[in-house]
């Protein structure tokens, strides 16, 4: 079994965005550092009710700011932290995800695509990581990542799982990739 992961939702979540003022900003550059917290707003609540959870996949990976004080996540390789203000069912504080990072660790052989062009996968029916590839690349620049070739889903190594599910956060599940399924992987 691999030692990485993808993560998924596991109850229901409003789809969160970006406040518009704030969009341009944020997508400007990877590594982004505002004065203030950039607001995000609820704009699609699911009919049920549901509580604010620990981590939100959107509008990218963000973790509460009670959860990521508690970690030792800051400083992982090619990655910044941005802080949001959360404004659904009052105010919360969250940290959000922007990653830089991105190697080449999908073995183009055995995977499954749906579509490769021009050096990009969009869509994948089979995943098989490159041992090879990923035996070169030191732990520390592995722990979190997208590959260069399909950047649609983020790659956590089992390490930074088990910090991170340590304390039984809600919101999401990390998922071992040998189970990708690509209805819900894309």
Same mark, same amino acid.
């Not at 992982?76 to 404004?87: A, D, R």
């Given at each position: ?127 098989? =990581?490159?041992? /090879?590839?990923?035996?070169? &690349? ?6 979190? $990542?997208?590959? *260069?070739?399909? !950047? ?11 910090? =991170?599910?340590? /304390?039984?956060?809600?919101? &999401? ?6 189970? $990708?399924?690509? *209805?819900?992987? !894309?």
């Amino acid at each position: 079994m691999s030692e990485y992961f993808f993560i998924r939702e596991n109850q229901p979540t409003p789809i969160y965005e970006v406040a518009e003022e704030f969009e341009e900003e944020m997508l400007r550059t990877p590594f982004t550092s505002p004065s203030a917290p950039v607001p995000v707003i609820a704009t699609h609540k699911p009919e049920q009710e549901c509580a604010i959870a620990d981590i939100l996949l959107e509008p990218e990976f963000a973790l509460s700011q009670h959860l990521f004080d508690s970690l030792k996540i800051e400083s992982l390789y090619g990655s910044n932290w941005i802080p949001l203000k959360l404004l659904d069912q009052g105010e919360h504080d969250f940290m959000m995800l922007q990653l830089a990072h991105e190697i080449d660790v999908i073995c183009h052989e055995q995977s499954i695509f749906k579509r490769f062009k021009r050096g990009y996968i969009s869509g994948m029916k089979t995943l098989v =990581i490159d041992s /090879d590839k990923l035996a070169q &690349i030191p732990l520390y620049k592995r722990q979190v $990542f997208r590959d *260069s070739s399909w !950047g649609f889903h983020t790659f956590f190594h089992k390490d930074i799982v088990d910090q =991170i599910m340590r /304390d039984s956060p809600t919101g &999401i599940e990390f998922v071992p990739i040998e189970t $990708f399924n690509e *209805s819900w992987a !894309g």
